[in-house]
């Protein structure tokens, strides 16, 4: 039997289709429903092309890199290669576990929409018979939300690309997507702190005496404090916890977090569950000191203003490969309430 993917002409312009991906051009010129109940089923396009070509990219047995350019056909295929394995990296970051959502947007400025509802807005009152329904009014932003473009220039000699294994050289392209998503996990950080440029910057709290003070010595983080933290965030819920390194360690050491359930579950799956109910998740790019407590339902939008993009071209006079790896990206604020800072 003879199968549609077998004789598709693959060429460069496939990249180059707006609004759609390689992958998505591929899926329209042959179908995944069209091989259901065959042994293809369950392979999308691309990873029928590399059948097509019999490149295998995994595993012990994985082809030289060479193996993609055999034919100017498969050499097409290599750009959306080096895509999907960056992505890989991306989306081992911890971006999608404080991400309410994700919007595609085709563009450069994004004007995302809020609701900014009243103590009087929030109460569910009840209507008699005929009565007019209270209103939520659901708005624009009044300034645009900017995204960033952040990629990394893949050199390499030629030596160096075409006689690797796809499989080390995937080791490779993953880490440059875990540099990209950092990148990017940076700038979420910084939108959760001081707002995405409408004036919605989290509430700021911090440890010592005074009014408008969480309770407490400054530097020292205790249990009552973080309780007292938690309490501000009615009428949403703190389930997720951005802490920086030495909070981290603070943290660890207060006994409420030395129960045995904790511990185990901690060395069962290296995931840290919190008395409190929260997420808790470590990360760098929170400043020293700082402790971004939020709901991850309502706290952050992700703007995506381009997959993963790879551009690729040679230098013959020095035979140096040269891979371009970009994403567009950026961050806004839905709900300014449902993140706040808290400072040991």
């Known amino acids: ?23 998505r051009v591929l899926e329209s010129l042959d179908p995944s429903e069209n091989y259901r109940g065959t042994a293809l089923e369950g392979l999308d396009a691309f ?18 890199v060479e ?4 034919t100017t056909d498969s050499a097409v295929l290599f750009p959306e290669f080096v895509s999907r394995v960056v992505r890989q990296g991306m989306e081992s970051d911890i971006l999608p576990e404080i991400t309410a959502t994700t919007t595609n947007f085709d563009g450069m400025d994004y004007r995302t929409i809020a609701s900014v509802p009243t103590d009087d807005d929030k109460a569910l009152r009840r209507v008699e018979e005929g009565a007019v329904l209270p209103m939520t009014a659901i708005r624009t932003q009044e300034n645009l939300v900017k995204l960033h473009k952040r990629g990394r220039m893949l050199v390499a000699s030629y030596e160096a690309i075409r006689f690797q294994r796809l499989d080390l050289f995937s080791v490779t392209l993953r880490q440059i997507g875990a540099y990209i998503a950092r990148m990017h996990l940076d700038d979420a950080v910084q939108v959760l702190m001081n707002g ?10 911090e440890i010592g005496s005074g009014s408008g003070k969480i309770s407490g010595t400054a530097g020292t983080l205790t249990y009552s404090a973080l309780l007292e933290f938690w309490s501000k965030f009615d009428p949403y819920s703190m389930n997720t916890m ?15 977090f030395q129960n045995p359930l904790t511990g185990l579950n901690f060395q069962g799956t290296g995931t840290l569950s919190t008395p409190l109910g929260a997420k808790l998740l470590r990360t760098s790019a929170v400043p020293a000191g700082k402790l ?7 706290a952050l939008e992700h703007i995506c203003g381009s997959e993963v993009m790879v551009e690729y071209d040679k230098l013959i006079d020095r035979q140096i490969e040269r891979a371009a790896i970009t994403s567009i990206s950026g961050f806004a604020k839905p709900y300014q309430e449902a993140s706040k800072v808290l400072t040991v």
């Open 292 to 298: 971004i407590g939020l709901d991850k339902n309502y």
């Open 47 to 64: 990873q029928r092309q590399l059948k097509r070509f019999d490149i295998h990219v995994k595993g012990a047995g994985s082809d030289m």
């Open 1 to 23: 039997m003879t199968y549609g993917y077998e004789n598709l002409k693959l060429e460069k312009g496939m990249y180059a289709q707006s609004g759609k991906s390689f992958s």
């Open 67 to 70: 193996k993609f350019f055999h």
């Open 242 to 256: 951005l802490v920086s390194n030495d909070v981290m360690l603070q943290m660890l050491k207060l006994s409420e």
């Open 196 to 205: 995405d440029g409408n004036n919605n910057a989290a509430d700021a709290y």
